[in-house]
């Protein structure tokens, strides 16, 4: 599968942004779905996930509450609704899909990567 990832943007601290990530191929309903996201200087971080068809959700301490994943698998989308932005949000944000369960934070285990949008917020 190939992902695109869009939306990203400069936004000021306390705004949101909607990012999308869509996926070539008709097996998209058969991936679970993460974000993760890179700041400058930074190691790639877990940011949220969601399961194939259950559409159970996980996310990271940093962003509960405030980030919401979803999915579309009639649209072979996968989307990142973040609210209440922070300049610590600010980084490349790529999504990721997988085949196999499990270890749900760690980027190893994904099979597949979008090139990144970058997210910058202002303070």
């Known amino acids: 599968v190939q992902l695109q990832a869009s939306g990203g943007g400069l936004v000021q601290a306390g705004g949101s942004l909607r990012l999308s990530c869509a996926a070539s191929?008709?097996?998209?309903?058969?991936?679970?779905m993460g974000w993760f996201r890179q700041a400058p200087g930074k190691e790639r971080e877990f940011v949220a996930y969601?399961?194939?068809?259950?559409?159970?959700?996980y996310y990271a301490d940093s962003v509960r509450g405030r980030f919401t994943i979803s999915r579309d698998n009639a649209q072979n989308t996968v989307y990142l609704q973040m609210n209440s932005l922070k300049p610590d949000d600010t980084a490349v944000y790529f999504c990721?899909?997988?085949?196999?369960?499990?270890?749900?934070?760690?980027?190893?285990?994904?099979?597949?990567w979008g090139q990144g949008t970058l997210v910058t917020v202002s303070s």
């Open positions: 990721a899909a997988r085949s196999s369960s499990g270890a749900i934070m760690l980027a190893n285990l994904y099979n597949y």
């Open positions: 969601i399961h194939e068809n259950t559409y159970n959700t």
């Open positions: 191929g008709r097996t998209f309903s058969t991936y679970h």
